[in-house]
DNA sequence: GACCAGGCACATC
DNA sequence: GATGTGCATGGT
């Protein structure tokens, strides 16, 4: 057996960004629009995503009271290239009502409480669930928090350092005890483990020249999914 | 033509 | 509490 958690985190932590470079996730963007890529991004490639985010900007709807003012129907046609655009027109006005009806607007409020609190606060809003507020609090509003997603749980399990029934929160607070808690290494971690997902570790996984080959993993993945399970 | 993408809510067992 | 399904576009 090699190290600790902590030291083997942050050895593929070292290897991933060795072999990828920092991967600039949301750079130099408003949070606005942080948290809109946020939801329209959800089982979305992010192409589509940024097709749609330049015709809310094109319509000039980059603005919580903007979008507070507009027709769903109306947004729906706009964010089209996100896909599932009707259900994701519903969940952006349900979130920007929601942000107007308790903190009138502003964002901020969610940077001024306990990251707790304003996680719990955010699950309240329906179309946002947990890894899209981890993704708001940590890429909009620079908390420490990390984002799970289904690439993290394949990637860690198949290198043995979670089960494979371990549920979002159980993988979430597993990463935020074993690591240093900052939110600039949360970042990129949780941008280099998608990359590395999506290169390497698919369900069939392809291990060639993969930057985490050299360390210990099972010989086969399974085609788990996320952190499907509720831990509570 | 499948399969996938930086998920989530809801129904059903 | 686990599993299945709809949402829907655009790239490979």
């Not at 490639?45 to 094109?58: C, G």
């Not at 964010?79 to 599932?84: N, V």
């Amino acid at each position: 057996m090699s190290g600790s958690s902590s030291e083997q985190l942050l050895e593929f932590f070292e290897a991933l960004l060795a072999a990828y470079g920092p991967q600039h996730w949301w750079p130099g963007q408003t949070p606005t629009e942080i948290v809109v890529g946020a939801l329209l991004t959800q089982n979305t490639n992010w192409k589509n995503v940024e097709r749609a985010i330049a015709r809310l900007r094109q319509a000039d709807l980059l603005d919580w009271r903007r979008l507070h003012e507009i027709e769903s129907d109306r947004l729906a046609e706009v964010i089209r290239p996100a896909g599932s655009y009707n259900v994701k027109a519903r969940r952006l006005k349900n979130f920007v009502v929601w942000l107007f009806d308790r903190f009138d607007g502003r964002l901020e409020a969610l940077a001024e409480m306990p990251i707790e609190e304003a996680r719990a606060a955010l699950l309240t809003v329906n179309g946002v669930g947990r890894e899209t507020a981890d993704a708001i609090l940590l890429y909009a509003l620079g908390r420490p928090v990390f984002v799970v997603d289904a690439y993290t749980a394949r990637v860690l399990w198949r290198h043995r350092l979670i089960d494979d029934d371990a549920g979002y929160d159980q993988i979430k607070e597993f990463l935020e005890s074993a690591l240093p808690v900052s939110a600039a290494l949360f970042n990129e971690y949780h941008a280099l483990l998608v990359e590395v997902g999506k290169r390497h570790c698919r369900p069939r996984p392809q291990c060639e020249g993969c930057p985490l080959e050299r360390f210990e993993h099972h010989a086969t993945a399974t085609g788990r999914s996320a952190a499907a399970a509720d831990d509570s």
